[in-house]
């Protein structure tokens, strides 16, 4: 992802912005304060997944990802264009960690998620 972001910095750093409540132990480490220490930052073992990230991923491996929170409190937000036009990644926060949820037959999500 390093590489990624780096290689479309242009896109990237002028969305990025500071994280009023970002810590220490969710930034890996020290607190990104710009752009560059926050790509740095995504090298790092136990640094937060943030939507940039997110959507940095989706641009880079060309998936979708449906991000949906454990107690409904919002719209699944979705990321990303579908591509490859299979079924997204769905990923289900809770407790502030992703769990990865995977299809089983004759389970249905709503279509919204697979169109482009």
């Known amino acids: 992802m390093y590489t990624h972001l780096l ?13 009023d409540q970002e810590t220490e132990v969710t930034a890996g480490g020290a607190i990104p304060e710009n752009f560059q220490d926050w790509a740095e930052s995504v090298k790092r073992d136990g640094q937060w997944l943030c939507g940039m990230t997110l959507e940095a991923i989706t641009k880079r491996c060309g998936i979708r990802i449906v991000e949906e929170k454990a107690d409904g409190s919002a719209v699944p937000y ?4 579908n591509k490859k036009r299979e079924f997204p990644d769905v990923l289900y926060l809770k407790d502030k960690h992703f769990q990865l949820v995977t299809k089983q037959e004759g389970h249905v999500f709503p279509m919204g998620w697979e169109k482009n």
């Open 7 to 19: 290689r479309h910095c242009e896109d990237y750093d002028p969305l990025w912005t500071a994280n």
């Open 78 to 81: 979705v990321f990303g264009p």
